[in-house]
């Protein structure tokens, strides 16, 4: 600052460093920096506080927030975009970056990879060659389960014990097949058959407390059914047609429930009773599955592909027929329904998960191989590329907060750790 012609040629603005980080927090007061400064040189700037006025040695990597938005540009162009004035003190808050995900095994089948669930150190996958295969996380091969006669598109667990476990499998076959494990034997049953639908099945949900799940299919048809093990003698459609098939019970839905034009893509338990569909007809319907009608509808100008809602964040997330991923927030009652858009991938995107632990953080598949990992507070560039498929990402799963996995038309799965850290 003693060179006043230096100062006159790069303008200065005042800024304060914030964090909610408490082992990381910094003194308050105000700071004079150039406007052009970028997220580099606030981290240099971070750090040497740090040192100052803390026990901290190591070198931290930060985020920096300014306006509910991850700075990715120079102060002056964020600040310019967020229409906040040079004059105001501009608040920094800071946050530790997310450590980059660690690639770990490659699990190689025999045909696409097209649905993947984890619970624990079980990873579930449904491939195009109708089979069903049991991993372990380290990537060990447990079991190959066949049973249905055409590709599986959604895979959900339904239980895990440390002896048993219940999962469904719901395929192009048109049908959603009930499963017990026996994990000491090794061995599995089909329990129950679910027919219903009149096309192939494109999604399966389990609700909150697991006594029922709700499926979706190329009918359009939104159907319940009961996820137990034992028949149940009420709420059936049609209790008295329920017939032995050559494997397995038949069940039949408790309830079917009409509205969308065309496919339904993507299904998920919102709470108890709310269950959210995406569906290839522009929309996104919020249904009531104790009264069967629709309650709320979003439309959007492309088929939907994939959905997923965090309870965390109570908003929804969409993959749709570009390269776009939406964020929409059901409650908004003002201004557009798309609160935010994140474009990074270069084709179609085909599924998205959020974390089951972050309210900011989701990953993303598309058909450019990659799978990505994003930060709502970054619209503009997602945290990591998540790359190792050789074609396209046909699913993805984050049920266990340790592992973000992604399953492909390279016939294999791919498991990336996360060192996750609280935000």
């Known amino acids: 600052m003693d060179n006043i012609n230096m100062s006159k040629s790069i303008p200065q603005v005042q800024i304060k460093f914030l964090t909610k980080q408490k082992q990381y927090a910094v003194p308050d007061f105000p700071l004079s920096v150039h406007t052009s400064i970028v997220s580099n040189e606030l981290n240099t700037l971070i750090n040497e506080l740090l040192k100052e006025s803390n026990n901290i040695k190591n070198e931290i990597e930060f985020d920096f927030l300014i306006c509910s938005q991850f700075l990715r ?8 975009e967020k229409n906040i004035s040079t004059e105001d003190v501009i608040i920094i808050e800071y946050v530790e970056k997310y450590p980059p995900p660690e690639p770990q095994d490659c699990l190689i089948h025999d045909d696409w990879v097209s649905a993947i669930a984890v619970c624990e150190k079980w990873i579930l ?4 060659d109708n089979t069903l295969h049991i991993w372990t996380y380290k990537g060990k091969h447990h079991l190959v389960i066949p049973g249905h006669t055409s590709p599986i598109k959604a895979v959900a667990w339904i239980s895990l014990t440390s002896d048993t476990a219940s999962f469904v499998s719901a395929s192009q076959d048109q049908t959603a097949i009930i499963w017990d494990w026996n994990i000491i034997e090794n061995s599995v049953d089909c329990i129950h058959v679910c027919r219903g639908h009149e096309r192939g099945l494109e999604a399966v949900n389990i609700n ?8 979706g299919a190329w009918d359009t048809m939104l159907k319940i059914w009961s996820t137990a093990n034992q028949d149940e003698n009420e709420d059936g459609e049609s209790t008295s047609k329920r017939l032995k098939s050559e494997h397995g019970k038949t069940r039949i839905p408790k309830r079917t429930m009409k509205g969308h034009k065309e496919a339904i893509s993507g299904v998920v338990w919102s709470d108890k009773i709310e269950i959210i569909t995406s569906s290839w007809d522009h929309t996104i319907k919020i249904w009531d599955s104790e009264l ?12 939907f592909f994939d959905l997923d809602y965090s309870p965390l964040s109570h908003t929804i997330i969409t993959a749709s027929a570009d390269r776009h991923i939406r964020l929409y927030d059901p409650r908004s009652t003002e201004g557009s329904l ?54 396209k990402v046909l699913c993805c799963n984050w049920s266990n907060p340790k592992f973000m996995v992604s399953g492909g038309a390279d016939n294999t799965v791919r498991i990336f750790k996360s060192k996750h850290i609280g935000h």
């Open 338 to 391: 798309v609160k935010a858009i994140f474009t990074s991938h270069t084709q179609w995107v085909q599924s998205v998960r959020w974390s089951p632990i972050h309210e900011n953080l989701f990953i993303s598949g598309a058909y450019d191989n990659d799978m990505k990992l994003w930060d709502t507070r970054s619209p503009k560039a997602p945290l990591f590329d998540l790359s190792g498929h050789e074609d």
């Open 73 to 80: 540009t120079s102060l002056i162009e964020h600040i310019t």
């Open 125 to 128: 996958t449904g491939c195009y």
């Open 208 to 215: 909150y407390d697991k006594t029922i799940m709700a499926t």
């Open 292 to 303: 069967g009608g629709i309650k709320h509808e979003l439309t959007g100008n492309k088929s």
